[in-house]
């Protein structure tokens, strides 16, 4: 059919302002017609056009759920980890993971376990609570110096004073809507505080052994881990929980949906921080030497981040706390027993470099698969047709849908 004729031109007129004959007679208006109709074609399929997204994530895929199989991976990584070690360690010394060894094992691993929980929880609601090793310190030297009065009345006031140490970090967080690391490391700053006043080591008081109860303890941490990395694993649990997660910009306020999960994170993880701070009181046989506790914040984010969850916020697996935790609490015991006279800092420092390396994993291959079978950095190929970036947006009837940045063709240039 020749451009010329009295068909094409009355079609091609119904999406033009001015039917001129001539207009149709070169290339470049035959080009200009058929990036109309494709934008056409795009439109009645549901994709919306807009200018190149030059703001924030290319998308965020908020009504998708996580793919799991990277973490399921991970997690076995994990777990011929622990094995690898553990014979390591039954090699050294096989009364090691025999009693009375092996609850002393056990309690170690419900301690750091509970301070792994701790920084899981508020990593996932993106508010990192920073303040957790000196929080267990403090509940340390606490608990050595009051141990005398009983298990209850030295935890109570612990607990309470934590309880509100936490409260009024969430609140900051929510009334200012600042990061949750800055706000956390304030208060680490305060906690180191209490924590010097002391001039010399703490003798442990009270006669309370936590040795009888370690199958106990360490039992209600991989309990805690296993379900809360299951409901982790819920679309609308984790949606919620992760609110706080960076999406465009970052200082912009998430809504009133991030309040529980804040104020819950980082209550929740400064409680923990005490019960692994009596803990660690309760099964030590020397003096507790005062510090700063941040190493204890190393270990507990370097555990959490090899768990496989992420630094980002809002995705972790399901086994992974159990096995980092289980793995790092055996290393330490044999390291100990070889006499490698590393530093807990040091440790901290290595687990963390490591886990930000698997963060790196899960968010490359933790993602929901693409829509319409498109890639994030997917280019067109040979068909020049397709857009080279889309993010997704929300039409107005509220459903999910594809914005295609088409370059000179998406505002008719």
Known sequence: MAYDETTYRRNAGDNQTSADPSAYRTGSASTDFRGRRRDTDLADSGVRLTE?????????????????????????????????????????DPASLRRPALDTLLISGAATGL????????????????????????????????????????????????????????????????????????????????????????????DYDPSDHAFYLFGGFA?????????????SIRRSLGRMRPVGDPAARPGAGAVFPVLAALVVSSVFAVGAGILMAAKSTVPILPGTGLEWTGIAFGAALLAGTSAYGRRGGIFGTLLAVAGLTLFLDYADRRNFDIALFAIGAATIGAGLLVTRLIETYGRPLPILGVDDDWTGGS???????????????????????????GSGR
């Not at 809507?177 to 008081?205: E, F, K, N």
């Not at 309990?223 to 679309?235: D, E, H, N, S």
């Not at 997704?392 to 914005?403: D, E, L, N």
């Open 383 to 409: 068909q020049g047709d397709v857009p080279e970036s889309w993010s997704p947006s929300t039409t107005s009837s509220g459903r999910s849908s594809v914005q295609w940045d088409l370059g000179p063709w």
């Open 52 to 92: 190149p997204v030059t703001d924030g994530p290319r998308r965020d895929w908020d009504d998708a759920r996580d793919r799991l199989g990277v973490h399921i991976g991970w997690e076995i990584v994990l777990l011929l980890a622990v094995a690898a070690v553990a014979y390591l360690l039954y090699r050294l």
């Open 115 to 206: 301070l792994a929980l701790g920084a899981g929880l508020t990593l996932r609601a993106g508010v990192p609570n920073l303040a957790v090793g000196p929080i267990a310190l403090a509940a340390s030297l606490h608990f050595a110096e009051n141990g005398d009065e009983g298990l209850v009345r030295a935890a109570v006031p612990a607990l309470a004073i934590a309880a509100a140490g936490g409260l009024m970090a969430a609140v900051l967080v929510l009334v200012l809507h600042v990061p949750g690391w800055a706000t956390s490391l304030a208060a680490a700053m305060g906690v180191i505080v209490y924590d010097q006043l002391r001039t010399g080591p703490v003798a442990v008081q009270g």
């Open 223 to 235: 309990l805690l881990a296993v379900i809360g990395g299951a409901l982790g694993t819920v679309t």
